[in-house]
């Protein structure tokens, strides 16, 4: 995983948007607005211990598998286009990358968007109430596989959401951060 403070061209999505110099962000950025990751190995990830003691730790009792390619997601340039939309959801959105590569772009505690770039074997978890968005890089292609703790709620709120609690409870846990 690597991540970096994205720049504000309104080039192709999917270009990696870097600063010029590049600004890479840390683990520990990331940590205190509530953004952790794990590397695993993706190729085990069917009978994987670490993956399973995850798993069990944090109630991530529901998964699925998506497939993120033009062949393979039915309507998938309109999909592309609603998971770019600025959103925030009322639980933590939890991917953990089987193949490929993509972007997830979060906000700091300043508003200012950081890029995530995920490939294989990157597991990452978003805390509920951030706004952030997602797109393919220039490969077109990820293979994700989706965590949740109980039955899926996928409903995403698109910015401006300010009034949720779930939306409160997240801007007042950066000011305690
Ligand atoms: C890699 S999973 C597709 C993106 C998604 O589910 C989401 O909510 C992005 O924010
Ligand atoms: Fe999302």
């Keep these: 995983m690597e991540a970096w403070y994205m720049?504000?061209?309104?080039?192709?999505?999917?270009f990696p948007h870097r600063l010029s110099p590049n600004?890479?962000?840390t683990r520990e950025q990331l940590q205190h607005i509530g953004v952790y990751y794990w590397k695993l190995n993706a190729?085990?990830?069917?009978n994987d211990p670490e993956l399973q003691k995850i798993r069990e730790e944090r109630g991530y009792s529901f998964m699925d598998i998506i497939t993120i390619h033009p062949d393979k997601l039915p309507d998938y340039g309109n999909k592309v286009k609603m998971f770019y939309e600025e959103h925030l959801h009322l639980d933590d959105e939890i991917r953990y990358i089987l193949d490929g590569s993509s972007y997830f772009d979060v906000r700091d505690k300043d508003d200012r968007w950081i890029r995530l770039a995920v490939s294989k074997g990157d597991l990452i978890t978003l805390p509920a109430g951030i706004?952030?968005?997602?797109?393919?890089d220039e490969t077109n292609y990820t293979k994700a596989m989706r965590l949740f703790v109980g039955e899926p709620v996928w409903k995403a709120y698109n910015r401006p959401a300010d009034d949720f609690d779930?939306?409160?409870?997240y801007v007042s846990s950066l000011r305690s951060s």
């Design 23 to 25: 600004q890479p962000v």
């Design 43 to 46: 190729d085990i990830y069917e």
């Design 166 to 169: 779930i939306r409160k409870t």
């Design 7 to 14: 720049d504000e061209s309104s080039e192709d999505q999917r």
């Design 131 to 136: 706004y952030h968005r997602f797109t393919v």
